[in-house]
């Protein structure tokens, strides 16, 4: 009988077991089962059978970690990152890029049947490229005082400690190259303790630096960035604490992308999604699913700078968006004059609040998309329900908000027709769906 620690017994030593995973959770963890309790083991892949230590126990599961592994299994592969053990930015690279899809595939499909009882078949994946996809990142920077090093990278899993990286196979190949200049350059600078991050960000028009600042740089840094910027051919942007943002040159392009043929105008501090990729493939399978035509009003819902709402108002007869961010609205409304879109209209409204008496709430739709952040859409679900829209597409980033809010839409009379996984995030444990809902049962 397998006998496991607990946190209320005195004890200087925690319980192994021996155990054998037979799946793998969002988060690349193998679960193992022991007298029906789950157990994750982080780094265990399904049918890898090992020595694991309880870390920490729960009523209805228990988390471990591997002490000594007997077996590989097939789906086992080398990570391609040289830091992939230390730095927290990915948790899969060990895992075969099939098992991870197929993984998250089941989790969303599981979680949806478990709290909303529909087991809907979750449709082929929508993927693209495994490595070399990311077009935007973060990278921390922490000085070392005693060596009088800037470092520049990701922080280690559930730690304030940052991994110094000169590479990662995860962004694009033209962000990839700068990593290791880029922290030559910073170091240089006499601000460098007083830098706060840096984002790199590749457009269709340009590559970007975003240097975060604490204090103002002066003319000798400033002459050391625009010589980096020009042997690089990018462009570097700077962000105070005090909001102002401004290219180091006034003559840096505005940065942009495309999606559906259209042209979308935004500033380095914007919200843009990360895989240029699925993004495309995600925003034709909402249209698809939309099935739109020129008599359709249509509410895209956090709509952020017009991502999914000008490939719609391109062939329905008016589209409105709703987004909560002000500086995102304004750049929604210069996208849909940048592509000659007047079909639409944007508003800057907060969708936790008071819906009802908002200037949008008074029209009428007969199909909406939405797209929020991890919190879901809760406050938007009672309004939904009264314009009863005969399609909702629902784009999320968070299974379990989705399925909180799935419920609302099939307790009213809706019938989930389609569920994907998209692979926006690649061996991460992020796990982007969306979901189609009619309310008519031929859908």
């Known amino acids: 009988m397998a006998q496991f620690y607990s946190p209320n017994r ?74 992939f053990n230390q730095c927290g930015g990915c948790q899969q690279q060990h895992v075969d890029i099939a098992l991870q899809r197929a993984s998250k595939a089941q989790v969303l499909q599981h979680l949806m049947a478990r709290e909303t009882g529909v087991n809907q078949t979750a449709a082929p994946v929508i ?26 990278g990701f922080r280690q899993t559930q730690s304030n400690t940052l991994v110094d990286i000169k590479s990662c196979p995860v962004l694009h190949p033209d962000l990839d190259t700068l990593i290791k200049p880029l922290s030559a350059c910073l170091n240089q600078l006499s601000i460098a303790p007083k830098l706060g991050h840096v984002e790199l960000i590749k457009a269709d028009n340009s590559i970007i630096v975003l240097i975060r600042y604490l204090t103002p740089f002066n003319n000798s840094d400033r002459k050391k960035l625009l010589d980096f910027e020009q042997h690089h051919q990018l462009a570097v942007w700077l962000a105070g604490n005090e909001g102002v943002l401004q290219p180091l040159n006034a003559l840096a392009p505005i940065p942009e992308y495309q999606v559906a043929g259209e042209r979308l105008q935004f500033n380095p501090l914007n919200f843009i999604q990360v895989n240029a990729e699925i993004n495309q493939h995600m925003v034709a399978q909402a249209l698809a699913w939309l099935d739109i035509n020129s008599d359709d009003r249509i509410l895209d819902l956090f709509c952020g700078m017009g991502n999914f709402t000008l490939p719609m108002a391109r062939v329905a007869k008016y589209v409105v968006g709703v987004e909560g961010v002000e500086n995102l609205v304004e750049q929604a409304r210069n996208n849909a004059e940048l592509n000659s879109i007047s079909n639409v209209a944007f508003y800057n409204e907060n969708l936790e609040e008071q819906i009802h008496t908002q200037p949008w709430a008074v029209e009428g739709f007969n199909k909406v998309l939405l797209d929020p952040a991890r919190a879901g859409a809760a406050g938007v679900m009672e309004h939904l329900i009264k314009l009863m829209p005969e399609k909702i597409v629902y784009v999320s980033c968070n299974p379990t908000t989705l399925a909180r809010d799935s419920k609302v839409l099939l307790e009213s009379g809706y019938q989930l027709r389609h569920l994907r996984m998209l692979d926006m995030f690649p061996h991460t444990s992020h796990l982007e769906s969306m979901a189609l809902f009619t309310c008519s049962p031929e859908g």
């Open 127 to 152: 993927s693209g490229e495994a490595y070399g996809y990311r077009r935007r990142a973060r990278l921390g920077l922490q000085y070392q005082s005693k060596t009088k090093h800037l470092a520049m």
């Open 10 to 83: 005195r004890t200087t030593q925690r319980r192994q077991i021996t155990v054998i995973a037979d799946s793998l959770d969002a988060a690349g963890q193998g679960v193992a089962r022991i007298e029906g309790k789950a157990i994750f083991v982080a780094g265990l892949l399904p049918g890898e059978e090992a020595q694991i230590e309880l870390t920490e126990e729960k009523r209805h599961f228990a988390k471990a970690k591997v002490i000594k592994r007997f077996n590989d299994s097939p789906q086992r592969v080398k990570p391609r990152c040289r830091y």
